[in-house]
């Protein structure tokens, strides 16, 4: 479905990239992972299921920068191997049409709704969240492990 009151942020190239040669430098924080279930990995960079057999790096990402109140940092998967950013910017992902939660923040990183689906379909929920003016952006999570997977922002 495409919209044109969001548009879908995947994780930016240079961070991916980043992690990848962190990984490879042996730094603490970074590990390889082999996927050995499907929809156990997602990748936030192709915004794709990784898939069994392939590689990942786990690493942390601050998806609310420090300084603030509701500052967080959590692990996050991508590709070991190149993998083509997320580009149809404004169709939100199918890999990630159910098992999600749907977080509000303001412009100042402050937590101000948070929804799950209830047997809605994602873009009425982003929608919902976005009717409030005070909405700066919308972050996708788990709703089981709460990890990060995007975020969305007003178009
Ligand atoms: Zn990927």
Redesign the pocket.
């Known amino acids: 479905m495409n919209t044109s009151t969001f548009h879908i942020v995947p994780l930016p190239t240079e961070i991916a990239d980043a992690a990848r040669r962190l990984v490879k430098a042996g730094a603490a924080d970074h590990t390889f992972i082999t996927v050995d279930s499907p929809g156990s990995s997602p990748?936030r960079?192709?915004l794709?299921w990784a898939q069994p057999g392939q590689r990942v790096v786990l690493f942390p990402y601050a998806a609310i920068p420090s300084g603030h109140p509701y500052s967080e940092t959590g692990p996050i998967f991508?590709?070991v191997n190149e993998?083509q950013r997320y580009s149809a910017t404004n169709e939100y992902p199918t890999d990630f049409r159910s098992g999600r939660v749907f977080r509000a923040y303001d412009a100042k990183y402050n937590i101000i709704d948070a929804q799950v689906m209830n047997g809605r379909e994602p873009e009425a929920v982003i929608e919902s969240l976005l009717q409030n003016p005070d909405t700066a952006f919308v972050d996708v999570r788990s709703v089981t492990h709460g990890c990060f997977t995007f975020r969305v922002q007003r178009a």
């Open positions: 990748c960079h192709c794709r991508v590709h993998c």
